[in-house]
């Protein structure tokens, strides 16, 4: 099995809610509410749930854009000298942010669009100390090659690419300055179906080239389906399941797993109708004022009293790394979201429409 990249501990970021006019904190949004997983090196992980569910907060504090309110963030880079990112001034994390890079979600705001690409590369090389002059520009030429662009297309502005080629010039950024983990939050949703695939088999392709570690956020579960190793299913700042992402997709242990996956569309139509979509009853939690105990506790049909006042944390249910936050997660007989059929070899390339 491979090392922890990265080691999240109890994580929070709460959020204050300031209100009156001397703007009193009278409440904080629980954006991330004690969450713990591991991001192993050269995995894929996945990270998914609803709009709201803390997922861009989470990668957010990983990227150290917030300080997180408590928890730790260990990085083990070359595996050398572990580092608590979520405790560091800023002056000690410089070394620390060539590591950890974001491929955005929006190529169109992105990047700037009064600067040539070679700038817009060329800038990140620079300040990193990693080239200069001449040999900038081939450092430029040398990833715009890597992700598919034409190295003569330098001096070209973002308004000259296509929405695909402009994720890529994105992509070529994040990978100026040799990180070991990349995050792509929804970095693909912004682009057609068909761009999409080639940015997916893209992202594979130089994973492999050049050993990244992905931390993969999307609401799309079929892209996360296809690309990622492990995922994590987050609801109301918390995450409440982590498994290997066939066993997730076959055997989902937790009731919201159950039911985000069955509200998926099933790409393949001879598994349509096989299962049927959940109907959650209630609303999301308000992360301003979560309920005490599970977080799910009032939309579960299998909830105790033990579930209304202490919350779960993750635990192993099975020997592949599969685990569940949930008291009852041995006992529970869940739907299988896909007939346990469904998984496609996410080692293909994804085929393009
Ligand atoms: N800077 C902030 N100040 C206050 N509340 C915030 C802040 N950033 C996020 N939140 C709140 O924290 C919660 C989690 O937001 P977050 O953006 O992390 O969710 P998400 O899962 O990434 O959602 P989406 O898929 O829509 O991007 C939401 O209730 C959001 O309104």
Redesign the pocket.
């Known amino acids: 099995m491979s090392r922890s990249l990265v080691e999240v501990r109890d994580l929070k970021m709460h959020?204050p809610i300031k209100a009156g006019l001397l703007r009193k904190t009278v409440g904080h949004?629980k954006?991330?509410d004690g969450v713990s997983f591991d991001i192993l090196e050269g995995e894929t992980l996945g990270l998914v749930?609803?709009?709201?569910?803390?997922?861009?907060?989470?990668t957010r504090a990983l990227l150290r854009v917030y300080e997180p309110t408590d928890g730790q963030m260990i990085y083990h880079g070359d595996g050398e000298n572990p580092a608590d990112l979520a405790s560091m001034d800023e002056e000690t994390l410089t070394p620390y942010r060539r590591d950890i890079r974001l491929v955005f979600q929006d190529p169109q705001s992105s990047l700037n669009p009064r600067l040539p690409v070679v700038d817009i590369i060329g800038e990140v090389l620079a300040v990193n100390g990693i080239a200069t002059g001449s040999e900038l520009r081939d450092h430029v030429a040398d990833l715009m090659q890597r992700v598919g662009l034409r190295p003569e297309m330098m001096h070209r502005y973002p308004h000259a690419f296509s929405g695909g080629e402009r994720q890529r010039i994105g992509i070529a950024r994040a990978l100026a300055p040799e990180p070991k983990l990349l995050i792509a939050d929804?970095a693909v949703s912004a682009l057609d179906v068909s761009v999409q695939a080639q940015t997916i088999n893209l992202l594979m392709d130089l994973q492999e080239e050049f050993g990244l570690t992905y931390l993969f956020?999307s609401?799309d579960l079929s892209v996360v389906q296809h690309i990622c190793d492990r995922i994590a299913v987050?609801y109301v700042?918390n995450i409440v399941e982590i498994a290997p992402t066939d066993g997730l997709f076959e055997t989902p242990r937790h009731p919201y797993t159950e039911a985000l996956l069955s509200a998926a569309p099933i790409p393949d139509p001879t598994l349509r109708g096989k299962s049927s979509r959940i109907r959650l009853p209630g609303e999301v939690a308000d992360?301003a004022n979560p309920p005490p105990g599970c977080p799910f506790h009032p939309r579960c049909r299998f909830a105790t009293d033990i579930c209304k006042t202490d919350k779960p944390g993750l635990r192993g249910v099975s020997t592949d790394g599969h685990e569940v936050a949930c008291h009852h997660a041995d006992d529970l007989t869940l739907a299988n979201a896909f007939d346990g059929a469904a998984s496609p070899q996410h080692d293909q390339p994804m085929e393009t429409a």
């Open positions: 959020f949004v954006a991330v749930g609803e709009s709201g569910c803390g997922k861009s907060t989470i929804e956020v609401h987050m700042g992360p």
